[in-house]
């Protein structure tokens, strides 16, 4: 194999002149590119969907429903804590008459 001579015309030359076989590869690749590219545009691309306003609408119904019903049961909860105390209020108290209507009664 006998390799071509280097010059400074065959180095700065593209490799469409040196090889025309090139231009018909490159003109071949650059739709192969492109479908390529496009390919990777879709893929990126998210979906959209559309809401309509009444959907909004019974989501947010739905959210509100929701925070009602948290606070709702935040309010029995805190209620429910009150009554607890309340009720040990009033065990504590009944015990300790109990106690001292025992103590009296020993007493006697």
């Known amino acids: 194999m006998a390799m071509a001579a280097l010059s400074p015309n065959s180095i700065m030359a593209t490799p469409i002149q040196v090889?025309?076989?090139?231009?018909?590869?490159?003109?071949?690749?650059?739709?192969?590119?492109?479908?390529?590219?496009?390919?990777?545009?879709?893929?990126?691309?998210?979906?959209?969907?559309?809401?309509?306003?009444?959907?909004?609408?019974?989501?947010?119904?739905?959210?509100?429903?929701?925070?009602?019903?948290?606070?709702?049961?935040d309010?029995?909860?805190?209620?429910?804590l009150a009554r607890d105390k309340d009720d040990a209020a009033k065990n504590e108290n009944q015990r300790n008459a109990v106690k001292a209507y025992a103590s009296i009664s020993s007493s006697r």
């Open 19 to 73: 090889n025309p076989q090139v231009k018909s590869d490159i003109q071949g690749s650059l739709p192969q590119v492109a479908q390529d590219t496009q390919k990777t545009i879709k893929a990126a691309q998210t979906d959209t969907i559309t809401i309509s306003a009444q959907a909004l609408k019974m989501a947010d119904d739905k959210n509100v429903a929701a925070e009602k019903a948290a606070k709702k049961a």
């Open 75 to 80: 309010a029995e909860k805190t209620l429910q």
